[in-house]
């Protein structure tokens, strides 16, 4: 509908560099897909290696637990953030400010998040999931630890 009235008729192209550049594109952002999937699951495959397909489900668990402090904080941050940083995307040393403002603040919000988490992960899965899950308990904790420390790389990094 909105081709009638955009007074677009499709057509055929013959413009083969055209579309190999579609399908290089194509190809890329697939083979990124595949390796962020893959990379994403290599835990899960060890984990089932080793010690079997219940310590999966305790650390997937544990694992979606553990991402939500950046998810929350970071997701609600950068949106707006990229807007601004597109609207002046001229002016480097404004960009350069507010991405490095961005990255502190998340990492200053988040940071005590991650440390609450990785303290009382016991009583919040028990609070949360009940006792059947305390076994991911342990996990979490480590997992959050390892965001804090992701998180102080990442402020060394930016200051």
Request: charged share 15%.
């Amino acid at each position: 509908m909105l081709a009638r009235f955009a007074h677009w008729r499709p057509g055929s192209s013959f413009d083969f560099r055209r579309a190999r550049e579609i399908v290089r594109y194509g190809y890329l952002v697939s083979a990124n897909n595949i390796v962020s999937y893959i990379r994403g699951q290599i835990s899960n495959f060890a984990l089932s290696r080793l010690l079997g397909p219940g310590a999966v489900g305790l650390f997937n668990k544990a694992d979606s637990l553990s991402q939500q402090p950046y998810g929350l904080i970071g997701g609600a941050v950068y949106a707006p953030v990229m807007r601004a940083i597109a609207k002046s995307q001229d002016n480097l040393d404004l960009v350069k400010y507010l991405y490095l403002r961005t990255i502190k603040l998340v990492c200053l919000y988040t940071f005590p998040a991650y440390a609450v988490l990785g303290w009382l992960a016991q009583d919040l899965i028990l609070f949360l999931f009940g006792a059947k899950w305390i076994d991911s308990a342990a996990p979490l904790s480590i997992l959050a630890i390892a965001g804090l420390s992701v998180l102080m790389v990442t402020v060394a990094a930016v200051n």
